[in-house]
Each structure stands twice: as structure tokens, then as C-alpha cells.
């Protein structure tokens, strides 16, 4: 499947960037981290490196030009002929040089429907894993990602350069696929419901676990497990996909509630998760009203001593009681943590 | 409002509590006639005589010792310590004994002595009469620091001192002592543990003491002028205690700070503030928290590279504008 290479936001008041020279030819073989082309901001040119390892294809804007950040400019393909059918022979490479006119229609590579994108964007894994490991953020830009239920992993795959700081989270809310996913979902109606437990029990749960183990247990990991075990309640065997939610990370977990708390197993990056916690418990949020996600979101904060559960999904993923029972189960576990032993 | 010099300050701080309280009094080295090297106490012998004024031999862990005793036992000695560089004589007595005998006696000592000396680079005096070891001491619990920026800070600093019941230090800038600022005629005294806003700003929080207030004042302007950048500029005034409220309030709000002082910059007074910030404000900063202190090298004598290995102006502008950018990053 061909990735797509996107204009990046070089600058921090950059709307748009000058491809002053494409490294590669089209067709040409290219590895991650290879420089690709050179891109002239308001204050400096930069080269641009390769995103993923392929073929250069499909160069929709010569060198010369300029094109508005976040749009696609060419795609790293499997072949070298690009997202097209067959493998073409060299002439027609030569008839998508980068001096000649845009790509031809036959030659660009189908873009996602919003539809595809909302499908895929829970599992928003894949992407993350392309660009390898850990994302450098401020602090700061982390929190308000957290907030305000951004995810930084989208930078990575538009190519803004890291880090990331607070200016950067304006790019990100720019990007295109962001309003296609939320803005449809968030005006259907929506259950919601809140939970408040003491914070004490789970906080002298993790210390126990703490002493037991030796080692400080993944807070959010340990409630992926309660999460899920209360979703599961008196139900199937079916494996059970959460993905956790803290800092602006995201993570996958597969059946968090088997193997014991805390020592939940990554799930395979691409599959779609069945419930997303969102553990809030770090920043300043004490109210949550996000709105209903492609799949039911329990979101954890602290309020002073006690810790606030709020369920929201839409009507059509959870019927009222098992709504109901998802977060009295949940809280119920937080409350007395060693019920989820039993 | 009349502007008289830091040096003037700090004398008129001095009598104005000499007049008020007759347990005061004043010793160190060149103290009475020569009213020191930098002619801070001149007049002073003349109004109170020798028996308040005392001029004693080069003897510091002596005269330093005899301060703490009379302290101890009712009276509210001032010591003049003609370079800080000789606070290293002075350990035993300021450490060991001013500092713990409140503590070590169940509270039934107290130790209210001042001990006032200064820091300070750049006025070609060399490694061992150039240090600012006020971070030292703060290091130490049961002592006050206290850093005056300005005639007016030194005034009214001075006299906080003088009324605190626990031993303080006071260290001034030996080149601000010709500085002058507004100081009112009628009374004021400065509390300890109270920061000083001297600039609001929105982007980056300029965290200076001593004469660095000068120089982060200084890079404030050329930010603003030249970059478009806002920057608050605060001094803490005293480092122990510590107003970190304010400090970290300024931060919440800007979302990037560096600290500047004259000490050497290895664990000294910027990294404790920098520490505090990162550990009470971390979901607030957008970029690290900078330091920049002096050069840990000892002092040079060349005034070429004396001049190098102190904080200035130009270098906070140019820290402050990469960290606005986003640019000051280590990740490795």
C-alpha cells in the first residue's frame, strides 16, 4: 500500500513550502531517512527525508512549486511503476517527471474516504509504528493533547518535525482527517454517564503491587485490565481489544484482564479496539463531555481525593444496562481493587 | 523620589537600625575610619563611636567566632566580611555554630547576627576575590540569603536582616555599589521570601538574582525590541527563603523559564531553581528550563576572559529566542 508523502510544517507560522528540488527520481528506490527533496521555508531550505522505504511515485508537484502543508506531494509505493495497475515501462516514468504537469488521475493513489479513515483511526497503531517509538513533546503540548483528545502520532505520520510544542498542536488540529473523524460523530446522540470513587484504594492497590512485584506497575495498563474485565462481565470469551490512553500515547492491549494485572500484552497494531480508556488522572481535567468516539470511551480524572469515571458511547455500541454495568463495574473495581482478583 | 548609590543604602539601612537598637553593633576589617574598601560604612565610627564600630585584626574565623558568641547571649552583632571569597575561614563558626545553635539548643539559643559581604565578577580582582558563594551557604539549613539588586532592594533588605532573629547573609554586588536608584526618605523594610516581579511578560520567565536582575532586565528589552518576545523578569530577592509560589505561578503562565545567577553554574542556585520548577510545574513547560550561570572555571585574572565567564545579556537573549522557537531540544 503506498504512503503517501506530505508537505510538513517546517516553521511554526508556515502555511505553505517551495519544493526547490526533488532528491529522487520517480520510480527511483527509496529507504526511510533518505533525503527526498529539498523544501524552502520562509527562513531556510531543508531536506525532507523518506518516510518509509519504497518507490518513489506519483510526484504531484514539480520542483519549483509551492504546496500547502499537510497536502500530499508524492507517495512511497511498493512498485516502482506507483499506485497505478501495472508496473509501467521506463517512457511513462519519464511522462511523470517531476518538470512535467501533475500526475495524471490514473496515476494518483486512492485517497481514504473519510468513511475508510474513521474506520481505521482507532487503530491508529500502525501509523506510530513507522515512525518508531517514542514521540518528543513538550510537557505542555503533551497535556493539552491530552485534554483536549489530540493525538501527537498524527504529527509524526503529516511529518511535522519533532518536538512538538504547544504551537505545533494548531498544525495538528489543521490536519485534514481530524475534523472528517470527529465532527460527523460528535453531534449523534450520546450516552453519558460519571462514576466518583476515592482515589486511596487503587493508589494503595498500585503500592502493593509495588512492594510485591518490585517494581512500580503501569497505572494505566492496571486499569486497562479493570476496564476490561468489566466490559467482559458474565460475557463472552471473545478476545478483547483496549486501547489505553495516557499523555497523548496510545497503546493496544489484547485481553488486559488475563494475564494478570499489569502485565497486559501489546496487541497487534492495526486491529480496532472494542472500548479506549482514556486515563486523565495527570493533568488538570476534572470534567469530561468529549463526545461519542467510534467506539465507548471511559475517561479516568482526578477531582481532589476522589477519581471521577465518565462512560460516554452512542447509543448503538452499548444498550443502557450494559452502559450501566460497564462503569459500576469499573468504579467498583477501582473502589475495591481486589474484587478484580476474584 | 531622591536616587542615592547601593553603597549609601546599605550605610543609611545600617544606622537607621544602630539608632533604633543600642545591642547593635558592627566589626570587621577596615570598618571604622577606612569605612571599608568600597566606602559602605564611612561616618558610621564618627556617629556611633569605636565601641560599636569595631575594627578588628585580619582575623576572620575569630571575629566571626566572637559575633556568634554575642549573639548568643543578647546582642545583635553586624560583621563586615571584606570579600566573600572569605567566607571559606569563616565555615566553622557560620555553618556549624550560628546556623544550629537555635536547633542543637532546643530553642533556648538564638544566634541574630548579620553577616554582610558581597559576590561578584568583572571588576579584575582574580580567583580568590571574584566568587559569588551565596549557593554555598543556601545549602545550609538555618541560614538566610538574602541577594539585594538595587539601592532600594539593599535598603530595605539590609534592615529585614538586622531584625531577623536567625543568623543571615547578605551578599552584594561589589560593582553596584555606585548604582544608584530611588530610595524613599521615610521607612520601609522588605519582607523576606517575597520575589519581586520587575517585568510581566507572556512568552518566557527570566528568573535572575543579585546584579543578574540587571542583566535579565537588559535581555528583556532586546527581546521585546528585536524579537517580538515577552518576557517576565523575577527576582526572588532572598534565595533562603525562597518565594516559589511566584516563581511558579510566572511559569504556569509562560511556559518556559531560565535562571540566571552569578554563582558557577554546577549545583548551584540556578539548578535548584530549575529543579523546583521542573518538578512542581512540569505539565506547564513547553521547552526545558535553561540555566545559565557562571563558568565553572576559577575566575580568570585576563579581563578578556573574566569577561567571558559570566552571564550577559546577549547569551540570555540568545537562549531565550531558541527556547521560544522550540529549539533548544537535547533528546539523547
Redesign the interface.
Known sequence: MPREVIMPALG?AQTTGLIVAWLKKPGEAVKTGDALMEVETDKAVMEVEAQADGFLTDVRVAAGDAAPVGDVVALISDSPAGSGAAPAPRPADAARAPSDAPASAAQTAPTPTPAERRAVKPAAEPERETTGGRI?A??????LAAEQGLDLSRLVAAGAP??Y????LETLRALPAASAVSAPQTTSASRRLTARVGADAFQGFLEWMRAETGAAPDATSVMAGMAAAALRQGASDDPLIVAAEAFGQSRLYADPDRPGLGRAKAAESGQAPFLILRDLR???ITAVWMGVEAVPVLSVTRDGPDMLVTLECAPGQLKPEAAIDLISGFAGQLAEPLRHLL | MRQITLAKAVNEAIAEEMRRDPTIFLMGEDVAEAGTPFKVLSGLVEEFGRERIIDTPISEPGFMGIAVGAAMTGSRPIVDLMFGDFLFLVMDQLCNQAAKTHYMSGGKLKAPLVLRTNLGATRRSAAQHSQSLHGLLAHIPGLKIALPSSAYEAKGLMKTAIRDDNPVVIFEDKLMYNDKAPVPEEEYLIPFGVANILREGRDITLIATSSMVQVAQKAAEMLAAESGISAEVIDPRTIVPLDEETILKSVRKTGRAIVIDEGHQSFGVTAEIASRINEKAFYYLDAPVQRIGAMDVPVPFSPVLEDLTVPTPQIVVERARRSVKGELFDAA
Do not use: E, N, Y
Open positions: 511554526m518528543f513538550s510537557p505542555k503540548a503533551r497535556r519533532q518536538p510544542h504547544v504551537s505545533d495527570g493533568t488538570g
